[in-house]
């Protein structure tokens, strides 16, 4: 078989170490299957499941029911992220051994779509993930800042009668689990980093030489608040779209590395749960099939990544962040690899419909985007070319 490849840009697998596959629980949004292809279709060769399924991820039961699934589909590595709490409830820590131990062998655990607010448990979490030589992954968002918030705490906000989220609530948890971090002797990642203040803690807690990663979404590289004008609730996500002057900060993160890498935190919602006005839309968004294209628009097209740099924000260093060793490194003759294959000039427009997955809640419906993904392969084999997914 013979893949035309003239013109294009051949990259190690993507890893997002961020994505919401909904299941078990709400496979009327999402599922294993279905997520797979959607990431096969956006490159990705990992990804990273967050915990926060119903039931939720605090026990191997679940963790490695998952990863099961993902090897059944065969479509995309699925690395189940465990709970850190009970329920994600936030009191009680979970059993994060039995879940590093179980069949999966979870490396990643984080209470995604909450935050782990309480400081003391926070502490604790960070120093029995040292001892497993897990990562924590954190949420950001100080529940006692946010209680109603939908929309990013600002002039917009305020026009629109909608309830502010402080940048202050990220940025307090950020400084607060570097601190933490740094007293535990203990690895940390920030989740969704979104707002010029994050830039800079960031900047500051690794100059201390603090151990500390994070991730930026497409979303909040392109997108802002303005797009809240009319009230369209596929723009409500956690944490919220920021202003112009955040965007901005986090692309220039992103290209100097204070930023590491990009993560979809894709979030499939079933139509009824975002079809309905802005304040009661679930938070949350697409991202697996978008991400390639979004990242070529804000930092390849304006010369802030070039093709290797996004090698590196999205692969390479997702892939040291998560500890997985077939991703994101130079490949040995003869070795069966993880690769993406991108147009770098082919623009594509975005429709819902047309996606992968089973939820449609693309915030970029109509977008022209200027680069898609050609073919992706999983271990030498190809498992989408030109958007056709391909199980065996
Ligand atoms: O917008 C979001 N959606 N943020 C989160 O933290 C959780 C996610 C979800 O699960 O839908
Ligand atoms: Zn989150
Ligand atoms: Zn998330």
């Not at 679940?62 to 059944?72: E, I, K, L, P």
């Not at 970029?364 to 271990?379: G, H, M, N, S």
């Amino acid at each position: 078989e013979v893949l035309e490849a003239a013109g294009t840009v051949l990259l190690p697998g993507f890893v997002d170490m961020h994505t919401h596959l909904r299941e078990p629980g709400r496979e009327d949004a999402e599922t294993v299957r279905s997520g797979s292809a959607a990431a096969a279709r956006g490159g990705y060769t990992a990804v990273f499941a967050m915990a926060n399924t119903d039931p939720v991820a605090d026990t191997a039961v679940v963790t490695d029911h998952v990863y099961a699934q993902g090897r059944m589909v065969g479509l995309v590595d699925v690395h189940p992220v465990g709970a850190v709490t009970k329920g994600l409830a936030g009191a009680e820590l979970a059993e994060m051994g039995v879940m590093a131990a179980s069949s999966a062998s979870v490396r990643l655990f984080s209470d995604d779509g909450h935050c782990i607010a309480d400081p003391l448990i926070m502490r604790r979490a960070l120093e029995y993930a040292r001892g497993l030589d897990v990562l924590i992954a954190q949420h950001a968002e100080e529940p006692r800042l946010t209680e109603g918030a939908v929309a990013h705490e600002g002039p917009t906000a305020a026009r629109l009668g909608l309830a502010g989220w402080p940048r202050a609530a990220e940025e307090s948890i950020v400084i607060r689990d570097a601190l933490l971090a740094r007293d535990a002797g203990a690895r940390v990642h920030i989740c969704h980093a979104s707002t010029a203040g994050t830039v800079k803690l960031l900047r500051w807690a690794k100059e201390q030489g603090i151990d500390i990663t994070a991730e930026v979404t497409p979303h909040h590289l392109m997108l802002d608040d303005s797009r809240l004008e009319t009230y369209d609730g596929l723009f409500r996500v956690n944490p919220p779209l920021r202003e112009v002057s955040d965007a901005r900060a986090l692309r220039a993160a992103l290209a100097e590395g204070v930023v590491d890498c990009v993560a979809t935190d894709h979030a499939p919602h079933a139509a009824q749960d975002k079809c309905c006005e802005f304040s009661r839309a679930r938070p949350g968004m697409l991202g697996l099939e978008t991400a390639l294209g979004v990242v070529a628009q804000t930092m390849v097209a304006p010369g802030l990544l070039d093709w290797r740099g996004v090698a590196a924000v999205m692969s390479e260093r997702p892939a040291r962040i998560t500890g997985l060793p077939d991703h994101g490194r130079p490949i040995e003759v003869g070795e069966t690899a993880n690769l993406t294959v991108v147009d770098p000039d082919s623009a594509w427009t975005v429709r819902g419909a047309e996606l992968a997955s089973i939820a449609d809640n693309t915030p970029y419906e109509e977008f022209t985007l200027p680069a898609r993904v050609r073919a992706t392969l999983l271990r030498g084999r190809v498992t989408c070319v030109d958007g056709k997914v391909r199980a065996d």
